[in-house]
């Protein structure tokens, strides 16, 4: 089993920060890739932020510059760290991990965190 626990969603006003973070845990020999998506209501889940087992990452145009995606491999935690954020930003973010467990390589899910942005 493997469980990936998001924290740092909440209430930010425009222009604010977050710290989103999301754990890894249960039977892991290792992590490839891990991200971020979010999903507002009625619509579909769009990817945020991507990173590699060695780093490399990706944005979607509407946060780059903004948003900085990080990972702790020793901690099998990635981070999303969100600037100057937008009240279109507002969504569920979910984090995702691609989990190898000593026999399959299978993408994992957190439950979801929500993120509001609104004075």
């Known amino acids: 089993q493997v469980r990936l626990a998001e924290s740092g969603g909440g209430l930010v006003q425009p222009g604010g920060s977050l710290r989103l973070s999301c754990a890894a845990s249960?039977?892991?020999?290792?992590?490839?890739?891990m991200g971020w998506y979010r999903q507002v209501l009625g619509k579909e889940r769009e990817a945020v932020a991507g990173i590699t087992s060695d780093y490399s990452t990706n944005y979607a145009d509407s946060v780059k510059g903004r948003f900085t995606i990080s990972r702790d491999n020793a901690k099998n935690t990635v981070y999303l760290q969100m600037n100057s954020l937008k009240k279109e930003d507002t969504a569920v973010y979910y984090c995702y991990a691609a989990v190898y467990d000593k026999v399959v390589t299978r993408d994992h899910w957190g439950q979801g965190t929500q993120v509001t942005v609104s004075s």
């Open positions: 249960g039977s892991i020999v290792s992590i490839g890739a």
